[in-house]
């Protein structure tokens, strides 16, 4: 009898509690439809500033402000949605700042032997009738980027592995002749030095100093005596 009577007391009760729960899931879901309201950006046309709100309505009827419904809503769906964009744009911006790998291995600068084969040795040169005739070797061969120049008395006269300079307008006495081997940034990697002499020629210049005696006197002769020295002149050219 009193089984019969818990059975019975409980199959009344089951309809509510079913009813109840139902309630409670029906709530719960008007509950999350009423905080996944939608978002809106207004963004101002002049100042370009930008707001979010649920309530378009303050800002449709104000002038110069665009109004558009965003496809984000409030509650977990938003919170999730944040994190998806902000995982997004922190991945856009590594792969934005990640820096190409490049290769920092040290260069390494050839060892040069060079030497200047012409004048192989200290020697002397005349003023005006001979050049100064450089000739520098150089092993291994010039790598890409390095280069060689050829210096006398410290001013480039030439680039490269030969030069020739003219001893017209140098001076007598000593001169200093530099091969130098030179990398990509400029900086000297090796060197080879060479002294010379100019000297001046001395039968040149006695015999410019004859002829330019002999202009002067024939310059103070009389008109006549002129005329006598061309006739003369031309009968011994002329036999």
Do not use: C
Request: hydrophobic residues 35%; charged residues 20%; glycine residues 4%.
């Amino acid at each position: 009898m009193t089984s019969l009577m818990k059975n019975t007391v409980l199959n009344n009760k089951l309809p509510q509690i079913l009813l109840s729960g139902f309630m409670i899931s029906t709530a719960s879901f008007y509950m999350t439809m009423a905080t996944a309201a939608p978002i809106y950006k207004v963004v101002d046309e002049k100042t370009g500033q930008v707001t979010f709100t649920d309530r378009p309505q303050n800002h449709e009827q104000q002038v110069g402000k665009r109004v558009t419904e965003m496809a984000i809503t409030t509650g977990n769906e938003t919170n999730r949605l944040d994190n998806n964009t902000t995982s997004n744009q922190l991945s856009d911006t590594q792969q934005n700042t990640t820096k190409p790998v490049t290769n920092t291995k040290p260069e390494v600068q050839v060892n040069y032997q060079i030497t200047i084969a012409e004048p192989s040795e200290e020697r002397a040169y005349r003023r005006p009738a001979q050049n100064i005739d450089v000739n520098v070797q150089i092993k291994p061969a010039l790598q890409a980027g390095d280069t060689i120049s050829i210096y006398f008395d410290n001013k480039e006269v030439a680039q490269g592995l030969t030069a020739s300079i003219a001893t017209i307008d140098i001076l007598p006495g000593a001169h200093n002749i530099k091969a130098v081997v030179k990398n990509q940034k400029g900086g000297v990697v090796q060197q080879v030095t060479r002294t010379v002499y100019v000297i001046q020629n001395t039968t040149a210049l006695q015999n410019k100093k004859k002829i330019a005696k002999q202009l002067l006197a024939y310059q103070n002769l009389p008109w006549h005596q002129k005329v006598m020295l061309k006739m003369r002149q031309k009968q011994a050219a002329n036999p």
